[in-house]
């Protein structure tokens, strides 16, 4: 697997996620009974939305894989019995497996949409040197996502979804915590984790993270969605595992969005010396208190 090609969930009402999403910046599309989420100037979709009219809920994910492929992990999928009906929210193409909590995941071939390299800074151009650097917070732009950067799900074994998502997708384990938490990587390179899991009672969505192109823009979107109603969040911090900077907003539904800049590349010759980190040194470097919730599993 080289990409998260898709993630798609239900909400109760697309009207309300409709709102969030803009404001959270991204390019936000009506399709039929969804909304299709993408980032400004970039062709992919990185998420749908569906309404259900019941709580949030996680419905698949679909990954990109290479063509050549496509029929080896059919056939590792079929020895280990894996195979499901398609999704009724989805197109019946590629291969269909249910994971160990029961979610469906998709895998198509596609392009691969994963960073192959660091993601770099957004270019700015140097304040005069007789005028201020920051811009009046009336004239400040609106932060804008480049690229959906990861999604780390809950589930009630941590361990045993890593060792999954290495022995049939191919990922790789970039760093974990006490069975708490793990971040997985791909081997064609990307992010240090593309897919990450955080332990709960029972399977879900914690959070989408979304590529900005510098901290300034990570503290701009935690400030624009204050404007806009969304006051409860996480941050501004810095990691540990992943290095990246972050806010995260919460989002109606109980789960979060997050801003995030500088993550950790892993390159695919790269050889990452993954280790299983104390969970008091692991999550951030610097930032406010842990919220009391952050880690509430509200499907």
């Known amino acids: 697997m080289h990409s998260v090609d898709r993630l798609v969930f239900s909400v109760p009402s697309l009207d309300e996620a409709e709102h969030f999403y803009r404001a959270f910046g991204l390019d936000v599309r009506t399709c039929e009974d969804r909304l299709d989420l993408y980032t400004e100037g970039h062709p992919h979709c990185w998420a749908s ?64 949409v994963s960073p192959n390299c660091k993601t770099v800074p957004t270019p700015r151009q140097p304040a005069p040197v007789d005028t201020g650097a920051a811009p009046s917070r009336s004239q400040a732009p609106q932060v804008r ?106 989002d109606p539904w109980g789960s979060f969005a997050e801003y995030s800049f500088g993550i950790d590349y892993i390159g695919p010759e790269l050889h990452w010396a993954s280790a299983d980190h104390p969970p008091e040194d692991s999550l951030y470097v610097w930032g406010p208190p842990v919220p009391e919730d952050f880690i509430v599993n509200f499907e």
């Open 49 to 112: 939305v569906f309404a259900s009219g019941a709580p949030k809920r996680l419905e698949y994910v679909r990954f990109g894989i290479y063509a050549e492929d496509e029929e080896p992990l059919r056939q590792r999928i079929a020895e280990k019995g894996l195979q499901c009906d398609p999704h009724p929210l989805a197109a019946p193409d590629g291969i269909w497996l249910r994971n160990p909590d029961g979610t469906p995941w998709q895998l198509v071939v596609a392009p691969k």
């Open 145 to 250: 996502p480049r690229a959906l950067s990861h999604v780390l799900f809950f589930t009630p074994d941590v361990r045993r979804m890593s060792q999954f998502c290495i022995d049939v997708l191919g990922l790789r384990l970039s760093d974990e915590s006490a069975g708490i938490i793990a971040f997985l990587h791909g081997a064609h390179g990307s992010d240090h984790h593309l897919v990450a899991f955080a332990h709960s009672h029972a399977a879900g969505l914690h959070h989408s993270s979304w590529d900005v192109g510098s901290i300034d823009e990570v503290g701009g979107g935690a400030e624009q969605m204050r404007q806009a109603g969304y006051t409860l969040g996480w941050g501004l911090g810095r990691h540990v595992l992943g290095s990246n900077y972050f806010h995260y907003v919460r």
